[in-house]
């Protein structure tokens, strides 16, 4: 069942039915596929029903209220029943509000554990909402299999979301101890290794703490760098020297 009537629509309802999974929801009354017919309520009484049926779906605008339109599509019913009550409401409605509550039930206790953090990233809102009704599904159908589990006990489910995040967590940090390295990496790393154990050239270690301008930047930008041409000694800042850490003359005759 669908509460929210920003999702239903009628080609969500087809690619559901092609799941076999049915719907029931209200619908926005700016949906392009809805006929005017249907949404029209001048000339209307309260308690009116309208309906618009394909092969697999079925559409109603019920009227609560004069001039007040609400629209539901369902892929369960294919009649136009109407109840005996005295706001004569179609059976549509009378399923929605007899199961819409357990959309607001989950989303109730996915609340009280949840994994959601403050985050711009609307993509992290949804990955962190299939991990929050993950968790619940699992915990429910655990309960399912072992209804002898902690009987007793008050806070099931925050014990049993800490043993499920144990249980994923740990074979990824057994893995990671007894980790081989590739031969490129091995490489790589002792390349590294090499480059640190070097000692700087003479030109470096005497421009070490000093910084001077730039000789090869105009007066106006006057540009501050420690770093020394390696043949001249001259002080030339990153956007002049090449990766020799020559000056561009030097780097020119060499």
């Not at 618009?52 to 559409?59: Q, R, V």
């Not at 629209?71 to 004569?88: F, G, P, W």
């Amino acid at each position: 069942m669908s509460r929210d009537n920003f999702f239903p629509s009628y080609e969500l309802s087809q690619q559901l039915l092609k799941r076999n999974i049915a719907m029931v929801g209200t619908v926005r009354k700016n949906k392009p596929e809805l006929p005017p017919a249907l949404l029209a309520t001048r000339g209307r009484e309260a308690f009116s029903s309208k309906f618009a049926f394909t092969s697999t779906t079925t559409l109603v605008s019920y009227l609560p209220k004069r001039n007040k339109n609400v629209v539901l599509l369902s892929t369960v019913h294919k009649m136009a029943e109407i109840s005996d009550c005295e706001d004569r409401k179609p059976a549509v409605i009378l399923d929605y509000n007899h199961n819409k509550g357990g959309m607001d039930n989950l989303d109730k206790v996915i609340g009280t554990y949840s994994c959601r953090r403050m985050t711009a990233w609307w993509p992290l809102v949804i990955f962190h909402n299939i991990i929050d009704v993950s968790s619940y599904n699992a915990f429910v159908i655990w309960n399912k299999i072992n209804p002898t589990w902690m009987p007793d006990k008050q806070n099931k489910r925050r014990v049993f979301l800490e043993q499920l995040g144990k249980a994923l967590v740990t074979p990824h940090i057994q893995r990671r101890e007894c980790l081989t390295h590739t031969v490129a990496f091995a490489a790589l790393v002792e390349v590294v290794q090499g480059a640190e154990s070097c000692p700087d050239p003479p030109e470096a270690a005497a421009g070490a703490g000093k910084k001077r301008r730039c000789q090869f930047c105009p007066l106006k930008k006057y540009c501050k760098t420690n770093t020394m041409c390696r043949a001249c000694e001259k002080y030339v800042c990153k956007v002049h020297a090449d990766t020799l850490a020559c000056c561009p003359t030097c780097a020119n005759w060499s």
